[in-house]
Antibody, heavy 118, light 108 residues
Framework: EVQLLESGGGLVQPGGSLRLSCAAS????????MSWVRQAPGKGLEWVSS????????YYADSVKGRFTISRDNSKNTLYLQINSLRAEDTAVYYC???????????WGQGTLVTVSS | EIVLTQSPGSLSLSPGERATLSCRAS???????LAWYQQKPGQAPRLLIY???SRVTGIPDRFSGSGSGTDFTLAISRLEPEDFAVYYC?????????FGQGTRLEIK
Protein backbone atom coordinates (compact mmCIF):
# COMPACT_ATOMS: atom_id res chain seq x y z
CA GLU A 1 0.00 0.00 0.00
CA VAL A 2 1.36 3.38 -1.00
CA GLN A 3 1.68 5.81 1.88
CA LEU A 4 2.85 9.42 1.90
CA LEU A 5 3.22 11.16 5.24
CA GLU A 6 4.03 14.87 5.38
CA SER A 7 5.49 16.66 8.37
CA GLY A 8 7.18 19.93 9.25
CA GLY A 9 4.32 22.39 8.96
CA GLY A 10 3.53 24.98 11.59
CA LEU A 11 3.21 28.65 12.42
CA VAL A 12 6.02 30.85 11.14
CA GLN A 13 6.54 34.60 10.97
CA PRO A 14 6.74 36.43 7.65
CA GLY A 15 10.25 36.13 6.26
CA GLY A 16 10.85 32.89 8.10
CA SER A 17 11.72 29.42 6.85
CA LEU A 18 10.48 25.85 7.19
CA ARG A 19 11.46 22.48 5.80
CA LEU A 20 8.65 20.12 4.92
CA SER A 21 9.24 16.39 4.67
CA CYS A 22 7.27 13.61 3.03
CA ALA A 23 8.06 10.03 4.01
CA ALA A 24 7.11 7.55 1.29
CA SER A 25 6.49 3.81 1.49
CA UNK A 26 4.86 1.04 -0.50
CA UNK A 27 6.54 1.73 -3.85
CA UNK A 28 10.00 2.08 -5.39
CA UNK A 29 10.52 5.71 -4.46
CA UNK A 30 13.44 6.44 -6.79
CA UNK A 31 11.45 5.34 -9.84
CA UNK A 32 8.85 8.09 -9.58
CA UNK A 33 8.77 11.85 -9.94
CA MET A 34 7.29 13.56 -6.92
CA SER A 35 5.47 16.86 -6.48
CA TRP A 36 4.27 19.36 -3.91
CA VAL A 37 0.81 20.88 -4.30
CA ARG A 38 -0.66 23.46 -1.94
CA GLN A 39 -4.16 24.66 -1.11
CA ALA A 40 -4.80 27.97 0.60
CA PRO A 41 -7.77 28.04 3.00
CA GLY A 42 -11.01 27.84 1.03
CA LYS A 43 -9.17 27.95 -2.31
CA GLY A 44 -8.28 25.57 -5.11
CA LEU A 45 -5.23 23.42 -5.75
CA GLU A 46 -1.95 25.05 -6.80
CA TRP A 47 1.01 23.05 -8.09
CA VAL A 48 4.19 24.19 -6.36
CA SER A 49 7.11 22.05 -7.50
CA SER A 50 8.18 18.70 -8.97
CA UNK A 51 11.36 16.63 -9.02
CA UNK A 52 12.30 13.70 -11.23
CA UNK A 53 13.09 10.28 -9.76
CA UNK A 54 16.88 10.74 -9.78
CA UNK A 55 16.62 14.24 -8.33
CA UNK A 56 18.57 15.63 -11.28
CA UNK A 57 15.82 17.96 -12.52
CA UNK A 58 13.47 20.21 -10.61
CA TYR A 59 10.60 22.46 -11.62
CA TYR A 60 8.85 25.33 -9.84
CA ALA A 61 5.77 27.49 -10.13
CA ASP A 62 6.64 31.13 -10.79
CA SER A 63 5.04 32.10 -7.47
CA VAL A 64 7.70 30.20 -5.49
CA LYS A 65 10.74 30.18 -7.76
CA GLY A 66 13.82 31.41 -5.94
CA ARG A 67 12.24 30.93 -2.51
CA PHE A 68 11.37 27.23 -2.42
CA THR A 69 13.71 24.29 -3.04
CA ILE A 70 12.54 20.75 -3.68
CA SER A 71 14.87 17.82 -3.04
CA ARG A 72 14.77 14.12 -2.30
CA ASP A 73 16.82 11.49 -0.51
CA ASN A 74 16.18 8.22 -2.30
CA SER A 75 18.15 6.29 0.35
CA LYS A 76 15.60 7.48 2.93
CA ASN A 77 12.52 7.42 0.66
CA THR A 78 11.89 11.02 1.63
CA LEU A 79 10.87 14.14 -0.29
CA TYR A 80 11.62 17.62 1.01
CA LEU A 81 10.50 21.18 0.41
CA GLN A 82 12.64 23.97 1.85
CA ILE A 83 10.55 27.12 2.00
CA ASN A 84 12.25 30.45 2.65
CA SER A 85 11.22 34.11 2.75
CA LEU A 86 7.71 33.09 3.69
CA ARG A 87 4.82 35.42 2.93
CA ALA A 88 1.25 35.52 4.19
CA GLU A 89 0.08 34.21 0.81
CA ASP A 90 2.11 31.02 1.34
CA THR A 91 -0.34 30.01 4.08
CA ALA A 92 -1.80 26.71 2.89
CA VAL A 93 -2.02 22.98 3.35
CA TYR A 94 0.96 21.48 1.53
CA TYR A 95 0.44 18.04 -0.01
CA CYS A 96 3.10 15.75 -1.40
CA UNK A 97 2.03 13.55 -4.28
CA UNK A 98 3.50 10.79 -6.41
CA UNK A 99 3.79 12.04 -9.98
CA UNK A 100 4.91 15.03 -12.00
CA UNK A 101 5.66 15.99 -15.60
CA UNK A 102 4.19 13.21 -17.75
CA UNK A 103 2.67 11.43 -14.75
CA UNK A 104 -0.66 12.00 -13.05
CA UNK A 105 -0.64 12.54 -9.28
CA UNK A 106 -1.70 9.06 -8.36
CA UNK A 107 -1.26 9.16 -4.58
CA TRP A 108 -1.42 12.04 -2.11
CA GLY A 109 -0.44 12.52 1.50
CA GLN A 110 -2.83 13.93 4.08
CA GLY A 111 -1.16 17.35 3.97
CA THR A 112 0.67 19.58 6.43
CA LEU A 113 -0.52 23.08 7.31
CA VAL A 114 1.83 26.04 7.00
CA THR A 115 0.58 29.27 8.55
CA VAL A 116 2.50 32.48 7.97
CA SER A 117 1.53 35.14 10.47
CA SER A 118 3.09 37.56 12.92
CA GLU B 1 1.82 28.09 -18.92
CA ILE B 2 -1.35 26.24 -19.88
CA VAL B 3 -4.39 27.82 -18.23
CA LEU B 4 -7.27 25.45 -17.49
CA THR B 5 -10.75 26.92 -17.19
CA GLN B 6 -13.45 24.75 -15.62
CA SER B 7 -17.16 25.27 -16.08
CA PRO B 8 -19.50 25.64 -14.45
CA GLY B 9 -18.01 26.96 -11.23
CA SER B 10 -20.74 25.19 -9.32
CA LEU B 11 -23.44 22.71 -10.23
CA SER B 12 -26.54 21.85 -8.23
CA LEU B 13 -28.07 18.45 -9.06
CA SER B 14 -30.07 15.68 -7.43
CA PRO B 15 -28.95 12.09 -6.79
CA GLY B 16 -29.62 9.96 -9.85
CA GLU B 17 -29.09 12.82 -12.28
CA ARG B 18 -26.21 13.10 -14.77
CA ALA B 19 -23.41 15.61 -14.25
CA THR B 20 -21.24 17.03 -17.01
CA LEU B 21 -18.15 19.03 -16.05
CA SER B 22 -16.02 20.88 -18.58
CA CYS B 23 -12.33 21.76 -18.65
CA ARG B 24 -10.95 23.97 -21.41
CA ALA B 25 -7.21 24.51 -21.94
CA SER B 26 -5.59 27.69 -23.30
CA UNK B 27 -3.46 25.53 -25.60
CA UNK B 28 -3.41 21.90 -26.63
CA UNK B 29 -2.62 19.42 -23.85
CA UNK B 30 0.25 17.17 -24.88
CA UNK B 31 -0.62 13.49 -25.36
CA UNK B 32 -3.91 14.00 -23.54
CA UNK B 33 -2.02 14.35 -20.25
CA LEU B 34 -5.20 15.50 -18.54
CA ALA B 35 -6.41 14.20 -15.18
CA TRP B 36 -9.48 14.67 -13.00
CA TYR B 37 -9.46 14.69 -9.19
CA GLN B 38 -12.22 14.60 -6.60
CA GLN B 39 -11.82 16.38 -3.28
CA LYS B 40 -14.14 16.16 -0.30
CA PRO B 41 -13.98 18.56 2.69
CA GLY B 42 -10.98 17.93 4.93
CA GLN B 43 -9.55 15.29 2.61
CA ALA B 44 -6.71 15.13 0.12
CA PRO B 45 -7.63 15.04 -3.56
CA ARG B 46 -8.20 11.63 -5.13
CA LEU B 47 -7.28 10.76 -8.71
CA LEU B 48 -10.28 9.61 -10.76
CA ILE B 49 -9.23 9.82 -14.41
CA TYR B 50 -5.82 10.07 -16.13
CA UNK B 51 -4.84 10.31 -19.77
CA UNK B 52 -8.14 12.16 -20.34
CA UNK B 53 -10.23 8.97 -20.37
CA SER B 54 -8.59 6.18 -18.34
CA ARG B 55 -10.40 5.39 -15.12
CA VAL B 56 -8.32 4.56 -12.04
CA THR B 57 -8.81 1.04 -10.69
CA GLY B 58 -11.59 1.04 -8.14
CA ILE B 59 -13.33 4.15 -9.44
CA PRO B 60 -16.98 3.34 -10.30
CA ASP B 61 -17.81 3.14 -14.00
CA ARG B 62 -20.39 5.92 -13.63
CA PHE B 63 -17.35 8.24 -13.90
CA SER B 64 -16.05 8.77 -17.42
CA GLY B 65 -13.61 11.18 -19.02
CA SER B 66 -13.39 12.29 -22.62
CA GLY B 67 -11.83 14.89 -24.87
CA SER B 68 -8.56 15.84 -26.49
CA GLY B 69 -6.63 18.90 -27.53
CA THR B 70 -8.13 21.77 -25.58
CA ASP B 71 -11.58 20.48 -24.58
CA PHE B 72 -12.16 17.83 -21.93
CA THR B 73 -15.20 16.53 -20.07
CA LEU B 74 -15.84 14.56 -16.89
CA ALA B 75 -19.26 12.91 -16.82
CA ILE B 76 -20.93 11.23 -13.88
CA SER B 77 -23.82 9.18 -15.23
CA ARG B 78 -26.00 8.68 -12.13
CA LEU B 79 -25.06 10.76 -9.14
CA GLU B 80 -24.68 9.01 -5.82
CA PRO B 81 -24.72 10.94 -2.50
CA GLU B 82 -20.97 10.37 -2.10
CA ASP B 83 -20.22 12.07 -5.45
CA PHE B 84 -21.00 15.56 -4.18
CA ALA B 85 -17.60 17.18 -3.89
CA VAL B 86 -15.23 19.55 -5.69
CA TYR B 87 -13.67 18.33 -8.94
CA TYR B 88 -10.43 19.60 -10.46
CA CYS B 89 -8.87 19.02 -13.84
CA UNK B 90 -5.09 19.10 -14.17
CA UNK B 91 -2.65 18.97 -17.05
CA UNK B 92 0.70 17.25 -16.58
CA UNK B 93 2.01 17.45 -20.13
CA UNK B 94 4.45 20.27 -19.45
CA UNK B 95 7.04 20.93 -16.77
CA UNK B 96 4.73 23.66 -15.41
CA UNK B 97 1.80 21.62 -14.16
CA UNK B 98 -1.50 23.46 -13.81
CA PHE B 99 -4.91 22.87 -12.25
CA GLY B 100 -8.30 24.24 -13.13
CA GLN B 101 -10.06 26.35 -10.51
CA GLY B 102 -12.50 23.56 -9.66
CA THR B 103 -16.20 22.78 -10.05
CA ARG B 104 -18.25 22.39 -6.87
CA LEU B 105 -20.95 19.73 -7.28
CA GLU B 106 -23.72 20.34 -4.75
CA ILE B 107 -26.85 18.42 -3.77
CA LYS B 108 -30.01 20.08 -4.98
Amino acid sequence: EVQLLESGGGLVQPGGSLRLSCAASGFTFSSYPMSWVRQAPGKGLEWVSSIVGSGASTYYADSVKGRFTISRDNSKNTLYLQINSLRAEDTAVYYCAQGGWGYSLDYWGQGTLVTVSS
Amino acid sequence: EIVLTQSPGSLSLSPGERATLSCRASQSVSSSYLAWYQQKPGQAPRLLIYGASSRVTGIPDRFSGSGSGTDFTLAISRLEPEDFAVYYCQQYGTSLITFGQGTRLEIK
